[in-house]
């Protein structure tokens, strides 16, 4: 509380006395020059290099396809449809995202459901860029490629299809993915369970 005070004193007598320089007012401060970005201080060095120089660089498409479920011509296909839509300017404050790094961050998401924090690692981003970036190209993808890609050719003959099948009334099915069900195999008496034991 002392020290409080004295600080208060030091300041209310520095604030009362007369400006040192009896010469006039003090001269004008230089004009600071163009801004540089201060992105030290709130971001953490990142490297894309695995990208660049390994993916890019060395993947064949027997890569793209197991890592990424499509070849390469097909993903570069993809960014050119929705270039117009991911593009975005470079703030100054860090440089931009391109647009294929963009997509492939949606892809690799869906294609290996590793964390935020792994894979924005991997491509040199932030977990929360990551984030935003996902769901900005999910966007896009619905906006311009569901129009674009998914469609039906003649309704009418696809209801036909189906009713001969035995479906009236439906033009379409999607996946064809049969996952059996029954009941659980039998279970031998001498092993337990969570449930036996609560």
Known sequence: M??????????????????MSSKGPDPPLPLPGPR??????????????????VVMAQWDNKRWQRNLHMQKGTFHEICTWLAPVLHCQDTGTRPD??????????????AN?????????????GKSTFGTVILEVVRAIN???VQ??????DLGAAMASFTELRFPQCFGAVDGTHIPSGPRPAVPANTSTARDTA
């Open 36 to 53: 540089q970005p201060i992105s030290h201080v709130w971001t953490h060095a990142a490297s894309s290099d695995w990208w660049d120089r």
């Open 2 to 19: 002392r020290e409080l005070r004295s600080l208060l004193a030091t300041l209310l007598r520095l604030l009362q006395e007369p400006s």
């Open 143 to 145: 906006n311009v490629l």
């Open 97 to 110: 995202l391109l647009v294929e790094k963009r997509l492939v961050f949606a892809l690799w998401k869906l």
């Open 148 to 153: 674009r890609l998914v469609y039906l050719r």
């Open 113 to 125: 459901l590793d964390s935020y924090c792994f894979v924005g690692q991997q491509f040199g981003v």
